[in-house]
């Protein structure tokens, strides 16, 4: 297969986006990448290449197209078999992670950008949700290093730009999410992951991602925007 061939549409703050280059790293495949300027500047070849969701990242392999960030991460690991291997061989292992993955993505996503963008009463509602969501999600790690055992797996990519997107939410709205009191096991995990190389050299700037994260707050409250993902 000719990496050559690896075309990456995303975004430099997308957190779908970062979980994809995550994957092709781990593999060494090299690829270009392409930034759409969303949500209003979409490329016309991005809205040919994804006309039915409209959305990134797309992964474009041989000329062939294929969107939704979980699924092209199976397709990396089914595509190119050498190497580091993503997913669980058992296939248990393997329902179970893509269980969680659509777990975060449902719940854990949605709960953090329902505290971000709420406000009194309702946001300490929300906050609670979030902290009970979150907990959660910490059942899937249990005492293991990382989701995927003893090195990093398909969940730790699914769910991995977490330890870095929630804490600079945390920061701009002044609560807290994963804690040492809240959830201790995935705050250890939080930062398990962010030491690990290819992660934190393949993250956004942090304060570029500030600014654009309470940017795109500040445009939600002013009814620019109607949703921070």
Not at 100 to 112: E, G, L, P, Y
Not at 177 to 203: C, G, H, Q, Y
Request: with cysteine.
């Amino acid at each position: 297969m000719a990496e050559k061939e690896v075309k990456l549409f995303g975004n430099w703050a997308s957190t779908f986006t970062v979980r994809v280059e995550w994957a092709l790293k781990l593999k060494g495949i090299e690829y270009e990448f392409v930034n759409e300027d969303i949500p209003f500047n979409k490329s016309e070849e991005l809205l040919r290449l994804n006309p039915v969701t409209k959305k990134i990242p797309v992964l474009v392999h041989n000329g062939k197209p294929l969107a939704e960030s979980l699924v092209i991460l199976e397709y990396i690991d089914d595509t190119w078999t050498e190497g580091y291997s993503i997913m669980p061989k058992d296939p248990y292992d393997r329902a179970q992670a893509r269980f969680w993955a659509k777990f975060a993505d449902d719940k854990c996503i949605s709960a953090m950008s329902g505290v971000s963008t709420s406000l009194g009463e309702a946001q300490q509602k929300m906050l609670q949700e979030a902290r009970e969501v979150f907990q959660t999600l910490e059942q899937a790690l249990g005492s293991k290093q990382f989701f995927g055992g003893d090195k990093i797996g398909y969940l730790d990519l699914a769910i991995g730009v977490f330890a870095f997107w929630m804490p600079i939410l945390e920061e701009i709205v002044n609560v807290s999410v994963v804690d040492n009191e809240n959830a201790p096991l995935l705050k250890e995990w939080f930062a398990r992951i962010l030491d690990v190389d290819m992660i934190k050299t393949s993250l956004p700037p942090r304060d570029k991602m500030y600014e654009l994260s309470k940017q795109r707050r500040e445009q939600f409250f002013s009814g620019q925007i109607s949703r921070l993902n």
